[in-house]
């Protein structure tokens, strides 16, 4: 529910017993927002999709990534409506699909890379450093950085329309997502994986 918030700047006189200052007067909402048992599902949906939205745009597919973050239209929040509106929203959703499904197809361009026995489709850079570095023992003058969707996930996201459903009950893969973020580090790099279906990692080079 929309409440007022109140800001007030007091500014003292010169040699005034009262000082300057600010006063924020933010009144406690009247209604308290809650998510009952029965609506865990649509808030463990938008987790997925902002997870799965995410991960899609760092790795190099932001069509597929907008269709998933906001498959009813425009924004995350359209919603059908009537007339020329509406007219313009399912016009919308089916450009947003159509680029979705046509980047996943073509997907040989982006790099195709492993780690720990899963493929990876993404993005990959490669830095120079101005002066070698030493890391431990080992002196580094480039970093290799990648970010990479695995091939199984993107098959299955290719194999199904973006839905705009419950996106783990209409594409199993994103179970895969669940498991959480863990990362490893060694004198090598570092590497970030969202479950397995999802890295980034770092390489220091010779």
């Not at 308290?32 to 938008?46: H, P, S």
């Not at 790795?59 to 509106?85: D, H, I, V």
């Amino acid at each position: 529910m929309d409440r007022d918030m109140v800001a007030v700047d007091k500014i003292g006189v010169e040699g005034s017993a009262h000082a300057s200052g600010l006063h924020i007067i933010d009144p406690p909402a009247k209604d308290d927002f809650k998510v009952t048992e029965d609506q865990m599902v649509f808030a463990d949906d938008a987790i997925a999709r902002a997870v799965g939205a995410r991960s899609l745009r760092l790795a190099g597919f932001p069509e597929a990534s907008s269709a998933l973050s906001a498959p009813t239209g425009r924004y995350p929040n359209s919603r059908p409506s009537q007339g020329r509106q509406e007219e313009v929203r399912r016009e919308t959703v089916a450009a947003k699909r159509a680029r979705a499904e046509e980047e996943l197809r073509i997907r040989s361009d982006r790099e195709r890379f492993s780690s720990r026995g899963e493929t990876y489709r993404g993005r990959k850079v490669e830095i120079a450093l101005p002066a070698p570095v030493w890391i431990g023992r080992r002196s580094s003058s480039s970093i290799i950085a990648r970010y990479g969707m695995g091939v199984k996930f993107l098959d299955e996201l290719r194999g199904r329309p973006l839905a705009d459903n419950l996106i783990q009950e209409a594409i199993p893969a994103f179970l895969d997502l669940q498991p959480g973020t863990t990362l490893d580090s060694d004198a090598r790099g570092a590497r970030l994986r969202i479950g397995q279906s999802f890295i980034a990692d770092i390489d220091f080079r010779r």
